[in-house]
């Protein structure tokens, strides 16, 4: 065995690295004692055994750790163009009360879109493609402790969801006769925004209240 290792450190530029490896390898343990060489390959059974379950705990680990951004509502997609938009509301028979241009952008209020509550819709458009929706609650005959359930049920379901929002507003401005309160939260994911507001202006017998939905792409 040592006149083949003697030959093999010879320098050449044509030998094969690996498969003179491989020989020496295999004529090392051939000589080793059985328990010796027993142990070797248990361990490296383990090793290969270890690897194995390593990587599939982070294959499993990978999709709950991706980040995915939070869709618009009513099967809508980021970017969607105004033209598809609009085509998709006059298929559900909702109205384009009014379309304005704001800031460079163009703003639409829709009505007729079918969920409880849902006094209006607007859609904004940056550069013709959708990049903001917000639904606008209003229940009438609601009193203050029925809005304050819906309003923790909603910010309880988007926490589950996207995790625990951020408080962002909490005021009552009580300076004026008309009483004004606004609680918000918010959600960042990915490349988008998630936010609820509770509103309420309050001048007595008078009152208006409101909730409001609003996702954005930034």
């Known amino acids: 065995m040592d006149d083949l290792r003697a030959e093999l450190t010879q320098p050449s530029r044509t030998r094969n690295v690996a498969a003179e490896f491989a020989i020496v390898w295999f004529i090392a343990t051939r000589e080793m004692p059985s ?11 383990q090793v290969r055994i270890f690897l194995a379950v390593a ?8 999709p709950a750790l991706a980040v ?3 869709p618009p509502p009513f099967g809508f997609h980021w970017n969607d163009s105004m033209t598809k ?8 028979k909702a109205k384009i009360v009014s379309k304005e241009r704001k800031e460079k952008r163009d703003v639409w209020t829709v009505e007729g879109l079918v969920q409880p509550g849902l006094k209006r819709t607007l859609f904004t458009f940056k550069e013709g493609y959708l990049v903001e929706v917000e639904l606008q609650y209003e229940y009438p ?3 203050i402790e029925r809005f304050n359930d819906r309003m923790g049920e909603i910010r309880r379901y988007f926490d589950a969801k996207f995790g625990t929002g951020k408080l962002v507003s909490r005021s009552r401005d009580t300076d004026s006769d008309v009483i004004q309160t606004l ?3 918010q ?3 990915g490349g988008t925004m998630l936010e609820l507001f509770y509103f309420s202006a309050q001048r ?15």
Not at 85 to 92: D, H, R
Not at 204 to 218: C, E, L, N
């Open 35 to 45: 328990n010796f060489s027993r142990n070797i390959r248990n361990r490296a059974g």
């Open 204 to 218: 007595d017998p008078m009152v208006f209240r409101s909730i409001t939905v609003t996702y954005k792409a930034i």
């Open 68 to 70: 995915d951004d939070i």
């Open 187 to 189: 959600w960042i994911v």
């Open 141 to 143: 005959d609601w009193s």
């Open 183 to 185: 609680v918000g939260y």
């Open 55 to 62: 990587l599939a705990l982070f294959a499993s680990v990978i």
């Open 85 to 92: 938009v609009e085509t998709v509301l006059l298929g559900a």
